[in-house]
């Protein structure tokens, strides 16, 4: 394997009743709490009424910052920098996903520097300072609530964009299964989506026939397989308690760095993503059951007798496929039967599927995923020939 | 599953090179630095040399001290405080296995405390300072460069115990599996035993018939397997640097908590085996391969209906046993499997293994393994005539 880093800071603190038994006490010494959150289903299903309500028992100030979207816009971020500066807020609360953790995180960060956040993202500006991040989460999907990454979108320019900072990893994250029961079954399926990519990018890795890692892989074969047992117990039955507890679980260690051990990734596939979310406004778990199996098709198009060979074992390991003539077949038969597994759940599989047409913003979304590089990815470098195939396949 | 805290804040450093690329920096500031260490084939195998060159190039001044035991023994944690009070020591470097890191954890914490550190072993003080402590392992086996816990020996009164603190974390561990390669076949093994010891301790909890954990059982699973393929490679060839870094990467895994995931595990293999330590000062790994599959024995025998079900579960999944006609001859299967697995290894299976005769201490080892509580064991509950039958089948 290769030289590797890895602490996990962030005070996870998992399971039915966190919220209630464990955020008070994380919140003593806080003066006022910026509460961040998205479209309001936090006032539906109780947990503002929860949070608000223990805050209050504990006499700690709040403000209340509604509206984050999925893709989050830096736009709304700074709003919410302007209000945390205003309320003089000392910590930032995330009730939410991916998308309002990764905001939370910028508005963390940016709330000394007074210009556009989106400096930030660019590392035009790296932030010395922040006010702490705090997660209660309501997505088994992104893992960002114990990651310093975060990814933005600027609207105005149609860009979006990963980002990160060691001041912008949250100090704890309160995962209670419960919370994610309201889910509805498109997003529980996009979170799902954004899971098994997670680990598909840790696992297809840069020399993989050179350094090999055999106990990464191992460790990401059984998520995958775990995920793709509980998957369609969730999906059948979203109130199903047991079966969100393992999704949730498995969404954080997808990507709170445990499971990469010294692996380069490939994170090819996320920044396609990214290009047709900034385009489309799509939601990224829904871009990414339609990118990553035209992914899977073209490294295994481009370099066979490279790419074949891991591709194959994840078929073997994770969907049991039966070994066929030969090690392409075997791939082959692996991203078909991730095609089959994510279709039975309901995914779309092109864009067509969802009823957009990329075919006059071809130029600009391989603009937009290479933004200013040459290639992108690592098990297989793509530069914009193969970006163009790639999109063609999907659209 | 139940409900867990999760967090990792030791910074973990991996691969070839890390103490040569990363110790200057981790110890800048640091005034003088009490150097931990064994029997001396650290000076043997080049590594004092490499730290202590370090050391002297960063003008970092250092005291070496030289003998912790294995089962390290509370009166030399005691003449090591006293040399680094004397010395002023900021800082704790401990360089070996587990019995170094965790003379090391009540050398930091025992720093303060000017009488018997024994004191803090027992719980009568607890201690509110620390100097920091920083690892550079020598052995795959314990897990304790990540975590807080440690266990130590009074050979006054014939006592091995297990303490932590939060005190006790190492800032940061720095696992090069160089490092590992001159470790002797013996001891090589009697590490591969503890890893596999201590994920057993995780997989066989509290409960698992009513709290279900499959993501859990499916990371141990995929542990042990790893361990399990792994293990001979290195016992065939000590040099072997790719498997050796599997190993160490392995023990860490087993230990640092991410393999937990909300289980309480039954560590009552582990008390049994400190009694044996205490009256015999056998190395660890030993007595545990000597104890485990007694163990199993005893559990099985026990409460069959209840308890053969998860141990035929690591028969299939681990040891890849055919399902026998009933699940407790699956469970029988996968115990046989263990012992001739640790057996192919070199592993001594009794303490007549080893030329050790405990029928005169039977008394003194049930007595040492409750020290004072009636039971012990999540996964079965064990009372004193059921370690009475263990230790007369281990004998």
Redesign the interface.
């Known amino acids: ?18 919220v209630k038994n464990h955020l008070s006490t994380l919140l003593k010494d806080k003066q006022h709490v910026l509460l961040v959150y998205g479209g309001g289903s936090i006032h539906k299903n109780g947990l503002y009424q929860l949070v608000t309500q223990t805050l209050e028992a504990a006499h700690i100030q709040f403000t209340p910052f509604q509206g984050i979207q999925p893709n989050p816009r830096v736009e709304t971020v700074n709003a919410a920098i302007t209000c945390a500066r205003e309320q003089m807020c000392d910590f930032v609360l995330a009730i939410g996903g991916g998308s309002v953790i990764d905001a939370a995180k910028l508005i963390a960060v940016g709330i000394d520097y007074p210009h556009n956040a989106w400096d930030i993202v660019l590392g035009k500006h790296t932030p010395t300072s922040a006010i702490p991040i705090g997660v209660i989460l309501t997505l088994a999907a992104t893992g960002s609530e114990t990651n310093s990454g975060s990814v933005i979108t600027n609207w105005t320019t149609q860009e979006k964009r990963g980002w990160g900072s060691p001041l912008a990893l949250p100090v704890f994250a309160l995962l209670d299964p419960s919370n994610t029961i309201s889910v509805p079954s498109n997003h529980t399926l996009y979170g799902i989506v954004d899971i098994m990519s997670h680990l598909f990018e840790q696992y297809f890795r840069a020399h993989p026939d050179a350094v ?1 890692n ?2 990464q892989e ?2 990401i ?3 995958l ?2 995920v793709i ?2 998957a369609p117990l969730v999906m059948k039955d979203l109130t199903n308690y ?1 079966a969100r ?2 999704l949730m ?2 969404g954080t ?1 997808a990507l709170n760095g ?1 499971l990469r ?2 692996s380069t990734g490939d994170w090819a596939s996320h920044q396609i993503e990214h290009a047709l979310s900034a385009c489309f406004d799509i939601p990224h778990g829904a871009g990414l059951a339609i990118v990553f199996p035209h992914w899977f098709d073209y490294v295994l198009h481009a370099d066979p007798m490279k790419n074949a060979p891991l591709i194959a074992k994840m078929a073997v390991e994770v969907f049991q496929v039966t070994p066929q003539h030969t090690t392409l077949e075997t791939a082959l038969a692996g991203v078909h039967a991730l095609r089959e597994f994510w279709a039975s759940l309901g995914a779309p599989s092109t864009m067509q599927d969802i009823s957009i047409d990329i075919t006059p913003k071809m130029e600009e979304l391989i603009e937009k995923t290479l933004l200013g590089r040459s290639t992108i990815g690592n098990f297989q470098q793509l530069d914009s020939n193969a970006l163009k195939i790639i999109f063609q396949s999907l659209a």
């Not at 394997?1 to 966190?18: D, K, R």
């Open positions: 394997m290769e030289n590797f880093q890895l602490s996990l800071p962030t005070q996870l603190i998992f399971g039915a009743g966190v090999s055999p106990y191992a460790l074969e059984a998520t397989r775990q047992q509980t047991s507890e393992t679980i498995c260690y445990v051990i010294g």
